[in-house]
């Protein structure tokens, strides 16, 4: 019992720094400028789900909301979901800036308020890095039940592949820079859709170049950066697939 109620201890008290941390980035000025990451991940969407006109889609773990916003945009009914009271209420300005609607939930996305099948689409991007292989297997059997049969279910997260991230990652995190917290970097999400009874569709590696970004944790980095740049740009397509990027993509579909 003591080594169990430790654990829970330790898991209670990760969590809880992990808040803070996000709690503390949330309180800052966000910045809605579309950024080639986020164009990234919405072309990634489109790709998988298809034109999001008239879909009900939902973001577990919306952070800043800023790809969400496109989504409504684009003519998607859109739901955020953050347990970050500060994040959602960013997002709610931008989206009031915007003049779009949305329904802005605060809730633990291992437990979320709404009920079965009720989305075609959903989502997340940046979150489940932060959670042990169980709770990712918790997290995906949630985002499943509110799923639509057939519907998709679409997770991004860092890639633990892509030297250029790990290398950034590891350097600041070693300075004490490092701003995201606890974050692991995944192999493979094959086998926690599999326990989360969820039908894979495909999974794959994408952003190469936006991971370059994470060498400017490393002092004086900027010309390896732009080195790697140009030197990434003037390889074959078949040679760029030697070099796997910043984003694992994992596609499911709800049976």
Same mark, same amino acid.
């Given at each position: 019992?003591?080594?169990?109620?430790?654990?829970? $201890?330790? #898991?209670?008290?990760?969590?809880?720094?992990?808040?803070?941390?996000?709690?503390?980035?949330?309180?800052?000025?966000?910045?809605?400028?579309?950024?080639?990451?986020?164009?990234?991940?919405? !072309?990634?969407?489109?790709?998988? $789900?298809?034109?999001?006109?008239?879909?009900?889609?939902?973001?577990? *773990?919306?952070?800043?909301?800023?790809?969400?916003?496109? @989504?409504?945009? /684009?003519?998607?009914?859109? $739901?955020? =979901?953050?347990?970050?009271?500060?994040?959602?209420?960013?997002?709610?300005? +931008?989206?009031?800036?915007?003049?779009? !609607?949305?329904?802005?939930?605060?809730?633990?996305?291992?437990?979320?308020?709404? #009920?079965?099948?009720?989305?075609?689409?959903?989502?997340?991007?940046?979150?489940?890095?932060?959670?042990?292989?169980?709770?990712?297997? !918790?997290?995906?059997?949630?985002?499943?039940?509110?799923?639509?049969?057939? %519907?998709?279910? =679409? =997770?991004?997260?860092?890639? &633990?592949?892509?030297?250029?991230?790990?290398? *950034?990652? +590891?350097?600041?995190?070693?300075?004490?820079?490092?701003?995201?917290?606890?974050?692991?970097? =995944?192999?493979?999400?094959?086998? &926690?859709? &599999?326990?989360?009874?969820?039908?894979?569709?495909? /999974?794959?590696?994408? #952003?190469?170049?936006?991971?370059?970004?994470?060498?400017?944790?490393?002092?004086? *980095?900027? &010309?390896?950066?732009?080195?790697?740049?140009?030197?990434?740009?003037? @390889?074959?397509?078949? /040679?760029?697939?030697?070099?796997? %990027?910043?984003?694992?993509?994992?596609? #499911?579909?709800?049976?």
């Amino acid at each position: 019992m003591d080594v169990k109620r430790n654990a829970e $201890t330790i #898991g209670r008290d990760h969590e809880e720094g992990q808040k803070h941390i996000w709690e503390k980035l949330w309180s800052k000025g966000v910045s809605y400028r579309w950024d080639p990451l986020s164009e990234l991940v919405m !072309n990634a969407l489109l790709a998988t $789900t298809g034109p999001f006109d008239g879909k009900r889609i939902i973001e577990a *773990g919306s952070g800043t909301g800023k790809i969400s916003l496109r @989504l409504a945009i /684009e003519g998607a009914e859109v $739901t955020l =979901v953050d347990y970050a009271q500060q994040a959602l209420e960013q997002s709610k300005l +931008a989206f009031r800036l915007k003049n779009r !609607n949305a329904e802005f939930v605060q809730s633990d996305i291992r437990s979320m308020p709404f #009920g079965d099948k009720a989305y075609d689409v959903c989502w997340s991007a940046g979150v489940l890095e932060h959670f042990s292989n169980e709770e990712k297997v !918790n997290i995906l059997l949630e985002m499943a039940r509110i799923t639509k049969p057939a %519907g998709h279910i =679409v =997770v991004l997260v860092p890639y &633990s592949g892509c030297l250029p991230y790990r290398m *950034g990652k +590891a350097f600041a995190e070693q300075a004490g820079s490092w701003p995201y917290g606890v974050e692991m970097p =995944v192999e493979s999400l094959k086998d &926690s859709f &599999s326990k989360a009874g969820i039908q894979l569709v495909e /999974e794959r590696e994408i #952003g190469f170049v936006e991971s370059l970004d994470f060498i400017d944790f490393i002092p004086e *980095g900027g &010309s390896v950066k732009a080195w790697l740049r140009h030197w990434y740009s003037s @390889l074959e397509i078949e /040679e760029k697939r030697l070099f796997p %990027g910043y984003l694992l993509l994992t596609h #499911g579909k709800v049976v």
